[in-house]
């Protein structure tokens, strides 16, 4: 404890590209926390993220994380082969876990680690981070706003006269596009069999669940699980969700873009930096949000401005003969991490706990299904319970 602030002493296990673009810098960069530790069965990797990011020593073993005396939270940031096998020690040594997603890759895990979170009173956050998008938050506001009326502007054919409501008029259709560059995927996603579908999946059917009032009851996956995919989602009321994500994108172009339609209104949130809605004549019809930190050199925002600013980018770093920077937007990792902290210090809702990520998990594995099949498969309410 530090004049009142409570310091969260870290170790990172798994010390890959995840950690080192994403979770290390936040954590050097966050005075709530002190990276003790940092893990990773390379012992270069791990020798190199302690002298990169300070952390106080370098660790090849999980299981002397596990042990050590002198953490208190542990950020899993490994593929999904370590999950349970990691996450119940920590919790029963006395730990609190933030845990990439997904939460595990099978129902005996994700069980067994709701069971060891309930027993041992310690909170498991998952890396859902996009529910901390600043972006994302003013979409789901938006969206909740919409959902619950009145409708929106006026239509073009008055149907006031007891004319015939349809059923339909009152559900809630949500587009998610992801466009994808396999270029910018490291080996493992070519030999995985769960593919993009079960590993990047989850981040977008978490937020399908997040934004629909009803429980989703059937899903269908036309394409392989590695990527080239479409995905539909049928909901309780009626309302479908539409995930649609291609490889062979171009990584220069923004890769994600949500449209939703409720009670006769639009709302849009492209890439984490630009909001749109029509149909509220109270609200703006366009708000923009900065680039993450890193990104600042570009000052131009919204969709024409970040296309603008590539495009500038692009002929700076050629006249330079320099590589050409990426504009890195935020996507909440930050933010993420910083609720997690609130919560564990009473303050706040844990921002994505293992009852809300067992269900995201659970639909994601039987999209596995669908895709192997070609066929659609129920969601039932066994599929939805954390168990």
């Keep these: 404890m530090l004049c009142g602030v409570k310091i969260h002493r870290v170790a990172v296990v798994g010390c890959g590209a995840l950690a080192r673009h994403v979770h290390l810098p936040n954590i050097r960069k966050n005075s709530r ?59 029963e040594s006395g730990k609190a876990v933030y845990t990439e997603k997904p939460l595990a890759p099978s129902l005996e895990d994700m069980r067994a680690i709701v069971r060891a979170s309930r027993a041992t009173g310690r909170a498991v956050c998952v890396g859902h981070n996009r529910r901390s998008s600043p972006a994302m938050l003013e979409f789901r506001r938006l969206l909740e706003k919409a959902r619950r009326g009145p409708r929106g502007t006026t239509p073009s054919m008055d149907r006031s006269e007891g004319r015939a409501h349809l059923p339909e008029e009152d559900q809630m259709q949500l587009l998610i596009r992801i466009n994808d560059d396999a270029r910018s995927w490291k080996h493992w996603i070519f030999s995985d069999a769960e593919g993009i579908l079960f590993a990047e999946m989850v981040h977008y059917i978490d937020l399908a669940l997040w934004f629909n009032a009803a429980p989703a009851v059937r899903a269908y996956v036309e394409g392989k699980a590695i990527g080239n995919f479409g995905v539909v989602l049928r909901f309780a009321d009626g309302s479908t969700t539409l995930m649609h994500h291609t490889l062979v994108g171009n990584f220069d172009y923004p890769k994600e873009l949500f449209e939703a339609t409720a009670n006769n209104i639009t709302v849009a949130m492209d890439q984490h930096f630009e909001v749109r809605q029509i149909g509220m004549r109270d609200e703006p019809t366009l708000r923009v949000f900065d680039y993450a930190s890193e990104s600042s050199w570009a000052k131009r925002k919204g969709m024409t401005g970040y296309m603008a600013e590539q495009e500038e980018e692009a002929r700076r770093a050629a006249a330079e003969k320099r590589p050409t920077r990426w504009i890195n937007v935020n996507k909440g990792h930050s933010e993420h991490l910083d609720r997690f902290l609130d919560h564990l210090e009473g303050r706040g809702e844990n921002p994505c706990s293992v009852e809300s990520a067992v269900p995201v998990t659970r639909v994601a594995l039987r999209l596995l299904e669908s895709s192997a099949s070609g066929l659609p498969v129920k969601i039932s309410p066994d599929d939805l319970a954390v168990g």
Aim: glycine share 4%; charged share 30%.
């Design 33 to 91: 926390m002190k990276l003790v530790a940092a893990c990773d069965m390379d012992v270069a990797a791990a020798e190199s993220a302690r002298a990169d990011f300070g952390a106080e020593r370098a660790e090849t073993d999980w299981r002397k994380v596990v042990a050590a005396k002198d953490v208190d939270l542990c950020v899993l940031s490994t593929h999904t082969n370590l999950r349970g096998e990691f996450i119940i020690p920590a919790l």
